[in-house]
């Protein structure tokens, strides 16, 4: 019985020489990270303001939200699950290992994160309700003297003269948690001008309110480098960014772009959301020096 067994055995096998052999166990080595993958849950940390994010009593699915989640997708990770929260709220959970991937993290990346070499750009400006004073608004300096209010984490992403100002010469500055209630603070005159998104302050206006996005002054004044995407764990990290770059070198984002900004109702704009950065800031140098 032993001996029938054994020569059936050696039947099955005998077809399949050592070259087919190989390719066989390559093929399963190449398809085991792909597996794993789609069994990972990513928890991403992310905003929570339209249009750039999910936001309660919104509908439809935010810039960033929904392109980060498609590439992670097209990469092979099938369960990756977003957290809307603020800035401050994304950092915590990301610096606490609750989050895998955190978008839209405004301070510098903690020792642990991977940065990916892209960020996320909003296009952050000066914004003021039109006026004869605010017209003659053409530097940082000219509003001093002003109420001024931002999104927390933005003296940390806006240069070192604005931290600056911020901290030492502006009389009257604030930052918030809700990005809402910054576009609120500025329509009910609690600030005289405020520094954030001009997408977002046009969609709130166009949507919520009866204001013309065009009976603003905007100033494009701020040194801005974008905010950033960052990992817990490395290939994560590098998946993310070959799978991004292949669909900036495509075109297809600027499809992506377009549909969402048609969505929304926003004036069409190029594509600039995800700007690049130095490879060298991709580095987590405390881990990968050991």
Known sequence: ???MYSSKVLQLIKPFNTSKTLLIA??????LPIQLRANDKLII???????????DNVTGNGYFDQLVVQVLRIQGYQNPQLVPLNNDAIQRYFNNKVADIA?????QPAAHAFT??????????VTMLRSAWTEKVTTLNDLKNLRVGSFIGASDIFGAEYKNMATQVFTHYSEVGNQQALNKQLLTNKIDARIGDYLMLYWHTSTNTQ???TSFIYRDILNYQGSYIVFQDKSVR?????????LV?????IIATERWLKAYNLPIIKQQFFVTQPEKTQQNNAIEAN
Do not use: H, K, W
């Not at 990916?116 to 400006?125: A, D, H, K, T």
């Not at 070198?249 to 984002?253: L, V």
């Open 238 to 246: 590098d998946n993310f960014d070959e799978g991004l770059t292949r």
């Open 26 to 31: 390559a093929l399963l080595v190449l398809c």
């Open 1 to 3: 019985m032993t001996n």
């Open 45 to 55: 940390a992310s905003g929570n303001f339209a249009p750039y994010f999910m936001q």
């Open 103 to 107: 978008i839209n993290y405004t301070a």
């Open 249 to 253: 070198a495509s075109g297809e984002i």
């Open 211 to 213: 204001l013309d996005p």
């Open 116 to 125: 990916s070499r892209y960020r996320v750009r909003f296009m952050n400006r």
